[in-house]
């Protein structure tokens, strides 16, 4: 039997506190700031991380060769750094294409990011459903195969959008988009077909949400908007369990870092702040890499 020299009594195991996990949220740039608040909300004691390739921003147009690289590169810099105990990849465009090669290189688990096509399909009067996404997520099989697996009885109208994850970074640096902007990337999403027409949006990139009070204004008429975010916080906790009771307030400062090594404006400081990140680092990984 082991004895717990100070106190001279027997070692329980079941008795030590169980350390705090570490939690490495990842995307592109800021969208996965909506991933991160409900992770946070789940897990408040955990120590975080949320990086930002910012440097790669927007994954949408990379290919799928430079995506998988890129990816593979700037996650081996920030394991070696950070020692995360699990990474969600925040980002659809990546964990479309890059979760069957993140989890063969790192033995970590990974939570990934993926368009929730299946409840949109659960929710859908009209069967009309339209998914929102990066020109780099609707393109891939991944996608296409969820749309036969889930939705094969419903008409999918898959919209690839290549600026609205450009002005959900915008609005959070200070700059803000026109309306009119906004509801141009918007219009391909609503579908009228006889009598029938769009009653389901999923937002399949993590950045959209930043702009849901916005849409919900300029959408032509009502529809569910699907934010995959608490799904993928229940995953997290499914897979390390809850708060560790007696540590239900994190004791550590979450930090933001940056790829792309050009330091942050006021706006996008107070942003960071408002959801938590108290602390930023800039850890410069050009694309060249
Ligand atoms: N936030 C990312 C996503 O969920 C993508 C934005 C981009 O880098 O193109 O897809």
Same mark, same amino acid.
């Given at each position: 039997?082991?004895? %717990?020299?100070?106190?001279?009594?027997?070692?329980?195991? &079941?008795?030590?506190?169980?350390?705090?996990?570490?939690?490495?949220? +990842? =995307? !592109?740039?800021?969208?996965?700031?909506?991933? +991160?608040?409900?992770?946070?909300?789940?897990?408040?004691?955990?120590?975080?991380?949320?990086?930002?390739?910012?440097?790669?921003?927007?994954?949408?147009?990379? !290919?799928?060769? !430079?995506?998988? &690289?890129?990816?593979?590169?700037?996650?081996?810099?920030?394991?070696?750094?950070?020692?995360?105990?699990?990474?969600?990849?925040?980002?659809?465009?990546?964990?479309?294409?890059?979760?069957? #090669?993140?989890?063969?290189? +790192?033995?970590?688990?990974?939570?990934?990011?993926?368009?929730?096509?299946?409840?949109?399909?659960?929710?859908?009067? !009209?069967?009309?459903?339209?998914?929102?996404?990066?020109?780099?997520?609707?393109?891939? %099989?991944?996608?296409?195969?969820?749309?036969?697996?889930?939705?094969?009885?419903?008409?999918?109208?898959?919209?690839?959008?290549?600026?609205?994850?450009?002005?959900?970074?915008?609005?959070?640096?200070?700059?803000?988009?026109? =309306?009119?902007?906004?509801?141009?990337?918007?219009?391909?999403? +609503?579908?009228?077909?006889?009598?029938?027409?769009?009653?389901?949006?999923?937002?399949?990139?993590?950045?959209?949400?930043?702009?849901?009070?916005?849409?919900?204004?300029?959408?032509?008429?009502?529809?569910?908007?699907?934010?995959?975010?608490?799904?993928? &916080?229940?995953?997290?906790? #499914?897979?390390?369990?809850?708060?560790?009771?007696?540590?239900?307030?994190?004791? =550590?400062?979450?930090?933001?870092?940056?790829?792309?090594?050009?330091?942050?404006?006021?706006?996008?400081?107070?942003?960071?702040?408002?959801?938590?990140?108290?602390?930023?680092?800039?850890?410069?990984?050009?694309?060249?890499?």
């Amino acid at each position: 039997m082991l004895v %717990d020299l100070l106190a001279g009594t027997a070692y329980n195991p &079941a008795a030590m506190p169980a350390p705090v996990p570490t939690i490495l949220v +990842f =995307d !592109s740039g800021l969208g996965g700031l909506t991933v +991160f608040s409900e992770v946070l909300k789940a897990r408040p004691d955990a120590r975080y991380l949320y990086a930002a390739d910012d440097a790669a921003f927007p994954y949408g147009r990379l !290919s799928e060769e !430079s995506l998988v &690289a890129r990816v593979l590169a700037v996650m081996e810099r920030l394991v070696d750094l950070y020692d995360p105990d699990l990474v969600v990849i925040a980002c659809n465009t990546a964990s479309t294409l890059v979760l069957p #090669h993140l989890r063969e290189r +790192f033995p970590i688990p990974f939570v990934g990011t993926v368009p929730a096509i299946k409840p949109a399909a659960q929710n859908t009067q !009209s069967g009309l459903v339209t998914v929102l996404a990066t020109p780099g997520t609707v393109a891939r %099989d991944y996608t296409r195969d969820l749309v036969q697996a889930y939705a094969a009885g419903c008409r999918v109208n898959l919209v690839g959008s290549t600026m609205l994850a450009k002005y959900a970074e915008a609005e959070l640096e200070g700059r803000p988009v026109p =309306d009119a902007d906004l509801a141009a990337e918007l219009r391909p999403c +609503f579908v009228e077909e006889g009598e029938g027409r769009t009653d389901v949006v999923v937002l399949a990139c993590t950045h959209y949400p930043l702009l849901l009070p916005r849409l919900r204004t300029l959408a032509p008429w009502p529809v569910t908007w699907i934010d995959p975010a608490p799904a993928i &916080a229940k995953r997290v906790v #499914h897979l390390i369990g809850g708060p560790v009771p007696g540590h239900e307030e994190g004791e =550590d400062e979450a930090i933001a870092v940056f790829t792309a090594g050009t330091g942050i404006g006021a706006p996008l400081r107070r942003a960071l702040l408002a959801r938590g990140l108290l602390r930023t680092a800039i850890e410069a990984i050009p694309l060249s890499l």
